[in-house]
């Protein structure tokens, strides 16, 4: 079966780092999504990793290893606005996202 | 990105009746989905909504309970049938192949259903 494992809740600092794990096991690779989602809100897109390495944009960063099924979104200088849920997604072969349960983010002051 | 709205918001509905819930993109799109999300869950995909033909439903979905509609690029309709109190959620419209970005999705803002 497909699956996706991120941890289901993370406490961090404002100011600090964090980094929030996702490990797929799919039956293909067709890219590797991010997205936030703030309680009752839709979910937004945040980046998108379909080679080894790592993505830049801003406070955010996201890191995809294929042969490791592994991938990570690095958030730095963490703002209160970022509580929220981080969902990743990965596409299969059949083109079909696949979603993980999403990881809830909680800032403390 | 594409602007997505739904209509309506959310409602409260009785048991046994049904809702329908319309999504509209300010431009074409090649894709258009349904989601369901649960309180504190991730997304279910109910189906694909094909325009011009029969949506395509995920395991665990019926058209007969969600039947769909696509009769353009830009519009679609998913009505839930016969609710129940296990219906109540929110329910997202997304979107992929607009003219910015073919791979990723945008949703809409979501209709939040509560079934009593």
């Known amino acids: 079966g497909q699956n996706i494992d991120q941890p289901t809740e993370m406490t961090a600092t404002e100011g600090a780092i964090v980094q929030i794990n996702c490990t797929y096991q799919t039956s293909g690779f067709n890219g590797l999504f991010w997205y936030q989602q703030h309680a009752g809100e839709a979910p937004t897109f945040l980046s998108y990793n379909v080679l080894d390495g790592l993505e830049e944009k801003g406070r955010f960063s996201s890191f995809l290893s294929r042969s490791k099924g592994y991938s990570y979104l690095l958030l730095k200088e963490l703002q209160m606005k970022d509580s929220a849920s981080y969902l990743c997604?990965?596409?299969?072969?059949?083109?079909?996202?696949?979603w993980g349960a999403g990881t809830k983010l909680i800032i403390k002051p | 990105s594409a602007v997505i709205s739904q209509k309506p918001s959310r409602d409260i509905c009785q048991r046994g009746t049904s809702l329908t819930i319309q999504c509209q993109v300010d431009s074409q799109v090649t894709m258009m989905f349904w989601y369901r999300q649960q309180p504190g869950q991730s997304l279910t995909l109910i189906a694909t909504?094909?325009?011009?033909?029969?949506?395509?439903?995920e395991s665990g979905f019926v058209i007969d309970k969600f039947p769909i509609s696509r009769p353009n690029l830009t519009f679609s309709t998913l009505t839930v049938s016969n609710m129940s109190p296990e219906d109540s959620s929110i329910y997202l419209c997304s979107v992929e192949g607009t003219e910015i970005s073919y791979n990723e999705q945008f949703f809409g803002p979501g209709t939040r259903l509560t079934v009593l």
């Open positions: 997604a990965v596409r299969d072969s059949n083109y079909q996202l696949i």
């Open positions: 909504a094909n325009q011009g033909s029969e949506a395509t439903y």
